[in-house]
């Protein structure tokens, strides 16, 4: 995905505040944090959403999950986080490689969804 924005931040080819990587997954600072703490895990893989997964990328969303813990301690988290993932157009996805926002600080980081 030549053009893709996140596809470009796992390149390089965009700078980005590294939080983690590894073979499959990288991690990166927000560029307009929600919270204190405001991470986002990605596949270093180009997928689309959470819409266009397919059974091989499993090990790829398990990962995202798994480092979801060490991330939110390492970066002034420690009692807990939120992982959110927006998919399509109801949930407001807007960059078009699969991200999981880790959102956590200091305090609580409020109810789950604002009513509409
Ligand atoms: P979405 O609404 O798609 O779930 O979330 C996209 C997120 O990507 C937003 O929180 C936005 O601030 C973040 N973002 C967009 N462009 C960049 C960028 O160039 N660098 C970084 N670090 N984050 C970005
Ligand atoms: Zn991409």
Same mark, same amino acid.
């Given at each position: 995905?030549?053009?893709?924005?996140?596809? =470009?931040?796992?390149?390089?080819?965009?700078?980005?505040?590294?939080?983690?990587?590894?073979?499959?997954?990288?991690?990166?600072?927000?560029?307009?944090?929600?919270?204190?703490?405001?991470?986002?895990?990605?596949?270093? =893989?180009?997928?689309?959403?959470?819409?266009?997964?397919?059974?091989?990328?499993?090990?790829?969303?398990? =990962?995202?999950?798994? /480092?979801?813990?060490?991330?939110?301690?390492?970066?002034?988290?420690?009692?807990?986080?939120?992982?959110?993932?927006?998919?399509?157009?109801?949930?407001?996805?807007? /960059?078009?490689?699969?991200?999981?926002?880790?959102?956590?600080?200091?305090?609580?980081?409020?109810?789950?969804?604002?009513?509409?």
């Amino acid at each position: 995905m030549d053009n893709c924005l996140f596809c =470009r931040i796992v390149r390089g080819e965009i700078p980005s505040r590294k939080a983690y990587e590894d073979d499959e997954v990288f991690a990166f600072h927000d560029i307009n944090p929600q919270r204190p703490v405001h991470i986002l895990v990605i596949p270093k =893989r180009h997928i689309t959403s959470l819409a266009t997964v397919s059974e091989v990328d499993t090990p790829v969303l398990g =990962r995202m999950l798994a /480092v979801a813990d060490q991330l939110a301690k390492e970066n002034g988290s420690p009692d807990g986080f939120r992982v959110i993932i927006n998919s399509g157009r109801i949930g407001q996805q807007e /960059v078009g490689h699969l991200h999981a926002h880790i959102v956590g600080g200091p305090d609580p980081v409020g109810p789950m969804l604002k009513r509409v």
